[in-house]
């Protein structure tokens, strides 16, 4: 799998333009990033050791094609958070004034990226 693209994404409603939904994307993409931090790379045999058996350092993000589903599907998840979170309070109108809304990375989707193990 592959990171969320403009062209992969499903249809985002009231999305004004390709570009904004790609910085939501990008945007998305660097939290899944930062809070996965090499795991599901240290888990995956296929992506951390070569052909020789030799370990491969953790190069900050996955190959292309070689996305772990579970963040591909996190980073959809954490998207429209993001955009949800992006779009004027309507409560707002007219008093000249946008609420700052912090967008912590959800536990669903964390739990997706990187399952918490039982035993």
Known sequence: ???????TVDAW???PTAAKVQQVLDAAKAAILAFDAGYCWGITTALNTDADGNAVAWPGDYPA???PSALVMAERMHARRV???S???PS???KK???PVDIP???VAKQVARPKRTS
Request: charged share 20%; net charge negative; hydrophobic share 45%.
């Open 1 to 7: 799998m592959d990171w969320l693209t403009t062209d």
């Open 13 to 15: 409603p009231q999305a």
């Open 87 to 89: 779009r004027v309070d």
């Open 97 to 99: 004034k946008f609420t």
């Open 105 to 107: 990375l959800d536990w």
């Open 65 to 67: 094609g070689q996305v």
């Open 92 to 94: 707002n109108t007219g």
């Open 83 to 85: 955009w949800a979170a």
